[in-house]
T-cell receptor, first 115, second 115 residues
Framework: EPEVTQTPSHQVTQMGQEVILRCVPI?????FYWYRQILGQKVEFLVS????????KSEIFDDQFSVERPDGSNFTLKIRSTKLEDSAMYFC?????????????FGPGTRLTVL | AQKVTQAQTEISVVEKEDVTLDCVYE???????LFWYKQPPSGELVFLIR??????QNEISGRYSWNFQKSTSSFNFTITASQVVDSAVYFC????????????FGKGTTLSVSS
């Protein structure tokens, strides 16, 4: 069964450093998403991406964040200058369509720890 | 505004007990989609079910069943004859046209099943 994959599973970085989280969505999916989950809290939407551009973004997704689809398979989330409060689990998701058949399937997550 | 409330923070049951996880949602949209996801201790988010607002038919899948009631804005999830492997955090989520592509998650219910 196709699945979303994410690398690395755990990333430790120093405050102020740049990190890139990588995702490979399900191959025939057209919509891609990033969510984050601060430890013990609910899952929060960051951004959605379609046709090589951002469709929507939340207030959390400020200028420190960017997304990219550098090739036909990868989808990345970059945090330019990490802060302590960026420590969270980051989930990538993908869906085949948007609308009535847009179930989002999630990857296993990347745990980001900012020291 | 869109909102999902999972009033039960933690539930503990003994194996073979039935358990119901509550989910109440708020939206003014007439078309919306409801989801349940499971987050086992390993951390990934596993899709369980999707329900469209125009389809109030309840669903059963093995030991899992879902009760969707528009009159009370609820989408409750019942596990029959619970097992230790059911121990996880369960999230209810909502997507509406107003919210765009974002899934709006509840805070989750932690289910602990002991043997």
């Amino acid at each position: 069964e196709p699945e979303v994959t994410q690398t690395p599973s755990h990333q430790v970085t120093q405050m102020g450093q740049e990190v890139i989280l990588r995702c490979v969505p399900i191959s025939n999916h057209l919509y891609f998403y990033w969510y984050r989950q601060i430890l013990g809290q609910k899952v929060e939407f960051l951004v959605s991406f379609y046709n090589n551009e951002i469709s929507e973004k939340s207030e959390i997704f400020d200028d420190q964040f960017s997304v990219e689809r550098p090739d036909g398979s990868n989808f990345t989330l970059k945090i330019r200058s990490t802060k302590l409060e960026d420590s969270a689990m980051y989930f990538c998701a993908s869906s085949e369509f948007h609308g009535s058949t847009d179930t989002q399937y999630f990857g296993p997550g990347t745990r980001l720890t900012v020291l | 505004a869109q909102k999902v409330t999972q009033a039960q923070t933690e539930i503990s049951v003994v194996e073979k007990e039935d358990v119901t996880l509550d989910c109440v949602y708020e939206t003014r949209d007439t078309t919306y989609y409801l989801f349940w996801y499971k987050q086992p201790p390993s951390g990934e988010l596993v899709f369980l079910i999707r329900r469209n607002s125009f389809d109030e038919q309840n669903e059963i899948s093995g030991r899992y069943s879902w009760n969707f009631q528009k009159s009370t804005s609820s989408f409750n999830f019942t596990i029959t004859a619970s097992q230790v492997v059911d121990s996880a955090v369960y999230f209810c989520a909502l997507r509406t046209n107003q919210a765009g592509t974002a899934l709006i998650f509840g805070k989750g219910t932690t289910l602990s099943v002991s043997s």
